[in-house]
């Protein structure tokens, strides 16, 4: 039935690749042009040449494509983009597109994922663990989850006092959030189920052109999950745009209204900068080092297809590469620790030790349970079922294919009965109140398997990760993946809530009222606290949450990589960072939204001169 299933997922390809899903302006040639209009290949800079822009971004993922339309929608700059990677929506067809789909996520092929694999986690077996990590116009916006959210008030405000700069704190952050944005209500005619609590409040009627809003498809197994949390005691939150996340929610996602289709930073920013700017891109071109005169930044060496030449920028080079490529693309090119750089013949530009430190992730896990109500695991395992959803997407744009596999979040605080040891007390109660110690997942999907019948998976994400990892080299081509050492599960505290999260989870699905069969993950086994440890180290997987491998601070933190404009320090000019690498500490939550906040707020630094 499996195989049955997917190929009646494979024929969705073929035959959605053919007709084409795009709505309004079509990409990749656009529609037919008249004699006036803009070609779409106009975009596009000739390879191989050496070129001189005003600003020269490299990384044309979340943040990238978003500062490079706001630059050059002011119409007072040039601005070229390097990527690394193509489209993504050629590259990978409709499983990067359609919502439901995303549940094939590590089966991405190589050509819009990077494959990075970390170094052996010895406080988890000795394991080396895929983590993902887009390689194509969008970055990992074209491979995430989706969900859209903002961290809580409390967050920024400490970001706002580790950097010395208030304008960090959520008050003011709130406009950066809103001017990305375009939000649209849940359309309950196609979609069903519960109404989703939401505060529309907090988004500007005339923001984008990232579209935000809810999958046309309510799971009907998400009832159940959601009868479960209020017989608990939980409350609906519709604040997880405003600030507050405790108590459970239905998340809006980074998803097309109309066609329900993924909208990644290339869809929204970048589309919108091909249609109106004078942007140029140059795809599936790798940076392979900044250049220096002295320590000014003067442009990038850049390689296409085996060509390698200078893109020249008068006034910034603005990397935004991502929490790995960027340390990495600082080290190679001479910025960062001195050590480091002499062990590999790297001629040191700037001694800067933090570049690679401080890297942050949320880890967790998920869990699998069998359930006698309707998943979304039958996408992968009943052909009939399949096919029956196919034709009601291209129909309308609506039904199971519009919806990821989750409606619902939960955060919470661990009961008060916990049984915690004091250091782990004391480690969580350094945070805010109003921060989370956990985040579930209701998966109503889980990992496809070989059974048929229907499953949820609730995952659990450490919202106050205590362990931090690093993002360092050991070679001086950037064609090579960096090392990347999470250290996920590395503190005792990590480990404590890992182990009692698992407790929790087990609480919630019997609330659902539907499990029908034993725990499939971890398993009815699995029960004292030694034995739920080791099965987490086996289990903890990324939630791609990376942050602060460059991070902002102060002039005077030894381990600052950038000030709170996002210039390199040490001494360097000419050259900025902004991306998800110069979080000081991650929110709790998806840390999506914050990427592209910061992308707006840094872009109007560089417009106004900061």
């Given at each position: ?5 997917y ?5 969705a ?11 309004g302006?079509?990409?990749y ?7 006036s ?6 975009s ?12 020269v ?47 094939l ?12 694999f ?38 920024y405000?400490l970001w ?5 700069d208030?304008s960090?704190?959520f ?12 939000f649209?209500?849940p ?27 809810f ?19 939980f ?72 060509l ?21 693309l ?31 992730d ?22 009939t ?14 039904g ?13 605080h661990?009961p ?8 782990t ?11 989370p ?9 889980g ?7 229907d ?22 081509d950037?064609?090579?993946?960096p ?9 005792s505290?990590?480990?404590?809530v890992g182990?009692?999260a698992?407790?929790r989870?087990r ?56 000030d ?12 900025r ?11 709790p ?6 990427v ?15």
């Amino acid at each position: 039935m499996r195989t049955a299933a997917y190929r009646a997922i494979g024929l969705a390809f073929a035959i959605g690749s053919a007709l084409g899903d795009r709505q309004g302006d079509s990409q990749y040639g656009g529609p037919r042009q008249g004699a006036s209009s803009k070609l779409y290949s106009s975009s596009f800079d000739l390879p191989s040449t050496d070129k001189t822009f005003d600003y020269v971004v490299v990384g044309g993922g979340t943040a990238g494509l978003t500062v490079a339309l706001r630059l050059a929608e002011s119409r007072t700059a040039s601005v070229a983009v390097v990527e690394a990677g193509g489209f993504y929506e050629i590259d990978a067809g409709n499983f990067s597109e359609i919502p439901a789909y995303e549940s094939l996520f590590t089966q991405a092929p190589p050509s819009i994922d990077w494959k990075i694999f970390t170094t052996h986690q010895s406080q988890l077996g000795d394991r080396s663990v895929f983590y993902s990590q887009g390689k194509c116009l969008g970055g990992s916006t074209c491979r995430n989850g989706m969900a859209y959210q903002r961290g809580t008030i409390s967050s920024y405000q400490l970001w706002a006092d580790a950097v010395g700069d208030q304008s960090f704190v959520f008050s003011n952050l709130l406009q950066y959030f809103k001017k990305s944005v375009k939000f649209t209500p849940p359309n309950y005619a196609k979609r069903g189920g519960a109404p989703a609590a939401y505060d529309s409040t907090v988004f500007n009627p005339s923001g984008g052109p990232l579209e935000v809003s809810f999958w046309n498809y309510f799971v009907p197994v998400s009832q159940n999950i959601r009868d479960g949390l209020q017989k608990l005691g939980f409350l609906e939150n519709g604040n997880i745009q405003s600030g507050s996340l405790l108590g459970f929610a239905q998340f809006p996602a980074t998803v097309q209204a109309e066609a329900q289709i993924r909208d990644s930073s290339e869809t929204s920013f970048l589309q919108t900068a091909i249609r109106e700017t004078d942007l140029q891109v140059y795809q599936r071109t790798l940076a392979k080092k900044i250049l220096f005169n002295g320590k000014t930044a003067t442009g990038v060496l850049v390689n296409t297809a085996g060509l390698t030449y200078t893109l020249s920028a008068r006034k910034e080079v603005v990397l935004a590469a991502g929490p790995f490529r960027s340390p990495q693309l600082l080290m190679v090119s001479g910025v960062g620790p001195a050590a480091k750089l002499q062990q590999l013949n790297i001629p040191v530009v700037a001694d800067l030790p933090g570049v690679g430190q401080n890297f942050s992730d949320h880890p967790g896990y998920g869990t699998l349970y069998p359930v006698n109500a309707v998943s979304q695991h039958r996408l992968f395992s009943d052909a009939t079922y399949a096919a029956k959803a196919y034709e009601q997407f291209y129909a309308d744009r609506s039904g199971p294919l519009t919806a990821f596999a989750s409606n619902y979040l939960l955060w919470e605080h661990l009961p008060n009965t916990t049984t915690l040891s004091a250091s782990t007390h004391s480690d969580l109660a350094a945070f805010p109140s109003d921060w989370p110690d956990v985040q579930y997942i209701f998966n109503c999907a889980g990992p496809p398997t070989n059974n048929t019948g229907d499953f949820i998976s609730i995952g659990v994400v450490l919202m106050k990760p205590t362990s931090r990892g690093s993002v360092t080299i050991n070679s001086t081509d950037t064609a090579d993946n960096p090392l990347v050492d999470v250290q996920w599960f590395a503190s005792s505290t990590d480990q404590e809530v890992g182990v009692k999260a698992l407790e929790r989870v087990r609480v919630f699905a019997n609330a659902a009222g539907v499990i029908s069969g034993p725990e499939i993950m971890p398993g009815p086994g699995v029960q004292t606290d030694a034995q739920i440890l080791d099965w987490v180290k086996s289990a903890a997987i990324p939630s791609h949450h990376a942050v602060g491998s460059c991070k902002m601070g102060r002039s005077s933190d030894a381990f600052a990589v950038v000030d709170s404009k996002g210039h390199v320090l040490g001494g360097i000019s000419h050259l900025r960072i902004v991306d998800a690498s110069i979080m000081p500490l991650l929110p709790p939550g998806q840390p999506m939204s914050t990427v592209y906040m910061i992308a707006e707020k840094l872009a109007e630094d560089i417009l106004n001169g900061n």
